[in-house]
């Protein structure tokens, strides 16, 4: 059966981040085909970066907070909340927080 | 934003699953075009239906436990761990523990 604790799978840090980095938990070598769950993981005090791309995301925080900012609006999230990140809306999500923001992150592998 | 609580998104019941129901967290009403973000809930002694189908899954677990099998292979999954079905491959989580299980279930919106 393929599956495991996020934990197992390696932090491979975002150079171009604040304190971020990425586990990429279902990709293509666990057989998807069509899109890739990744988990995203902010320190506090630290930021995913502030881009934008042509593909979409859909986003699940499972762990602490972020001010998020998308394009001209801004909103904070908790534990709990899910996000739509369009297609080239240019986006960041920041922790105010005191602990490490976790978060579900799903992309296509296809545009 | 397109953001929200889970708890904002109506649970609808599982006529074909045991004390099981499901919040279309992202859909195309989101402005989703390649996969879809689902919350799965099933409660205590309860379990997702046992079934098989073309496309494949992508699930993380956001709360509690889960008994899952998966063909002829049965594991203990905990919150944290993500788990990919194949498609094609027939599957179901049961909840033995006291806690409900919540768990992100991503599917292609096309196949």
Redesign the interface.
Known sequence: ???????KVPLERESNADKAGIRW??AEK??????S?RMIEVEAGGSSPYHSHPW?H?V?I?EGEAD?T?GE???H??T?????V?PGVKHTFKNNGKETLRM?C?I?LKE
Do not use: N, R, W
């Open positions: 059966m393929i599956a495991k604790h996020y934990s938990l279902i666990e057989g998807a085909t069509t899109f769950m979409e859909q699940y499972s998020v998308m609006e801004q909103e999230l908790e709990g909340y899910t996000a739509f369009p579900i799903v296509p």
